[in-house]
């Protein structure tokens, strides 16, 4: 699938504490996820919530939410008003808008779901929320009072490992541990669905019988690039499966797309592991570089031109590629 393997420059740029106090217990802090949202690159997870306009220099942005307690921060959706984050603590999960007046998370309400996490997005038919609740994924819509209940629900079966939805109603789900059959394994099989009515009705495109997905991220409204077991990335459309490529040495446990750039990264289940970055430009082969980043990676996220940023549980990494060098490969 790869060219000749090559290096990147790896630097180490943020470190968390392993250890933190809140409400006078002892918590590890923990990255789970990072994502770009007008303009602000944010990572999150386990009493982590950080920001940055250049993905170098990050600033603490969990302000008052230690005052619920242990927190964990889930997702974060944009909508023309603010920002808006979903944080689970002792008073359950909940949706919080940030007050520029009062510099502090103010909730506003709360998502009954047994689900560690929630994607949300704000449509023309009203605020959609998707969380997994295992062995399925719920799909509910709210408008007006969000307080109060969905106003339509439909389930999916699987545990969703990527969803995105336009404004417009368009959308993707790729999930894993799709079958209905209760002899299947339950980390398989795994499918690619589509929806044009913001979620009712979803259509299946594509299915994945020997590997479990694990990580995705959208190219554009219409399509997206998926990862998984075995080496497995895919290219989905809201119409059909586009292209597979294996690569070879481990599962890819994080990916990511901004324009005509997709990376990944590709790492073994040996301890320690073998980790690699997979860089493609536009219909270009992938290219492999060798990298190592001490733990297992948890998300990745393009910040620039021929840089990226990879997130272990406790670190922040900067990887600079040779763009010199890659537009020699990409044209040999």
Not at 55 to 67: I, K, M, V, Y
Not at 298 to 319: A, D, F, Q, W
Request: aromatic share 8%; hydrophobic share 35%; charged share 20%.
């Amino acid at each position: 699938m790869t060219t000749t393997n090559s290096k990147v420059q790896v630097e180490r740029i943020l470190s968390l504490p392993e250890t933190i106090w809140i409400d006078a217990e002892e918590s590890s802090p923990g990255i789970q996820a990072a994502t770009h949202q007008s303009g602000t690159f944010w990572v999150l997870g386990r009493q982590v919530l950080l920001r940055s306009n250049d993905g170098l220099n990050w600033q603490d942005a969990s302000h008052n939410l230690r005052d619920e307690g242990s927190f964990c921060v889930v997702s974060i959706a944009h909508e023309p008003a603010c920002t808006k984050i979903f944080a689970r603590s002792r008073n359950g999960l909940r949706c919080y808008r940030w007050d520029e007046w009062d510099r502090a998370w103010k909730p506003l309400f709360s998502v009954n779901t047994s689900s560690p996490g929630v994607f949300a997005a704000w449509t023309d038919d009203g605020l959609i929320t998707i969380a997994s609740e295992s062995p399925s994924t719920a799909v509910e819509c709210r408008n007006g009072d969000l307080s109060k209940s969905a106003r339509w629900r439909t389930i999916l079966l699987g545990n969703a490992i990527h969803v995105q939805l336009a404004s417009s109603g368009i959308g993707l789900c790729a999930l894993w541990g799709t079958s209905e059959s209760p002899h299947e394994s339950d980390r398989g099989p795994s499918a690619a669905y589509s929806t044009s009515d913001f979620g009712r009705s979803w259509r299946r495109i594509a299915e994945f019988d020997t590997t479990m997905l694990l990580v995705g991220t959208a190219i554009n409204h219409n399509s997206a690039i998926v990862g998984g077991t075995s080496g497995l990335i895919a290219s989905v459309a809201n119409d059909k499966l586009r292209e597979v490529w294996i690569e070879q040495g481990g599962d890819i446990v994080a990916i990511d797309a901004n324009g005509t750039t997709q990376i990944a990264v590709i790492e073994s289940e040996d301890q320690p592991a073998v980790q690699g970055l997979l860089l493609r430009q536009g219909d270009g082969t992938w290219v492999r570089y060798e990298a190592n980043f001490e733990r297992r990676v948890e998300c990745m996220k393009l910040t620039c031109l021929g840089e990226c940023i990879v997130c272990t549980s406790n670190e922040i990494y900067r990887c600079k590629f040779n763009l010199d060098e890659l537009e020699t490969r990409l044209t040999t």
